[in-house]
């Protein structure tokens, strides 16, 4: 499935900002798709995921509370929302999606085929 993201941009900290991840290709409701993100010199990190099977929702710590991760399947979308961000959240985020990864994998880098360009965004201060 080929992947599009987009959304980013530069926000204040405690501004708010809506990823979308777009797919074509393929039925987007079969894909588990994740949101992952890179800081400069940093590796890729799992941000949040959304399963396929039930449409289960997974974050790490640090943005539980202020992102939520959503899906439109008859519009073949994954968003996630991001509100009281904070200076720490700037990064390239990407959107990410596999059919096979299963739940003990979901937050792995490596469990996900299929990725998005990736897109900027920029928390000041």
């Known amino acids: 499935v080929q992947l599009q993201a987009s959304g980013g941009g530069l926000v204040q900290a405690g501004g708010s900002l809506r990823l979308s991840c777009a797919a074509s290709g393929r039925t987007f409701s079969g894909y588990t798709v994740g949101w992952f993100r890179q800081a400069p010199g940093k590796q890729r990190e799992f941000v949040a995921a959304i399963r396929r099977s039930g449409g289960s929702t997974h974050y790490t710590d640090s943005v539980k509370g202020r992102f939520t991760i959503s899906r439109d399947n008859a519009k073949n979308t994954v968003s996630l929302q991001m509100n009281s961000l904070k200076s720490e959240d700037t990064a390239v985020y990407y959107c990410?999606?596999?059919?096979?990864?299963?739940?003990?994998?979901?937050?792995?880098?490596?469990?996900?085929?299929?990725w998005g360009q990736g897109t900027q965004v920029t928390v000041s201060s």
């Open positions: 990410a999606a596999s059919q096979t990864v299963i739940l003990s994998n979901v937050r792995a880098v490596g469990a996900y085929q299929d």
